[in-house]
């Protein structure tokens, strides 16, 4: 007859919390791992990649939501009343968007003028016909 002898205390590594260890015979008993109590969450590369999928989707709608709220109407604008004025020797773009402009606001008038004429450059050549709009 063979007798075993067990201490009565054992690592907290061995029982668990609140509970007695008991031995069996000819099996080491295995460690409880204990919770860290820090409260960190591990993801795993698959749960990387599916909070960033749903972060990218969270994205993409709010995208949707704020581009929804441009929306053109059916109907056509009413084009800007405009009249022709012919280039003299000499003229350039800032004076005759001074000459136009009501309110002083000239860098306004000449980018008016050019968007209107579809203008590369301030660049004018005598004779050329420009449309200018008819109140500045």
Do not use: C
Not at 27 to 36: E, H
Not at 67 to 96: C, F, H, K, N, Y
């Amino acid at each position: 007859m063979s007798t075993m002898t067990m201490s009565t205390t054992m690592s907290s590594s061995y029982a668990a919390p609140g509970r007695e260890a008991r031995p069996v015979r000819g099996l080491p008993t295995p460690p409880v791992r204990q919770a860290s109590g820090s409260g960190q969450v591990r993801l795993t590369r698959r749960g990387r990649a599916v909070v960033f999928a749903l972060a990218l989707l969270v994205v993409l709608g709010l995208g949707v939501l704020w581009a929804a709220g441009s929306v053109a109407t059916e109907q056509a604008g009413q084009p800007e009343p405009t009249r022709v004025v012919m280039v003299a020797p000499g003229d350039t773009l800032w004076q005759i968007a001074a000459d136009i402009a009501d309110d002083g606001q000239v860098r306004a008038m000449v980018d008016k003028i050019e968007h209107l004429n579809a203008l590369d450059s301030a660049a004018l050549q005598s004779g050329q016909r420009l449309q200018v709009p008819l109140h500045g």
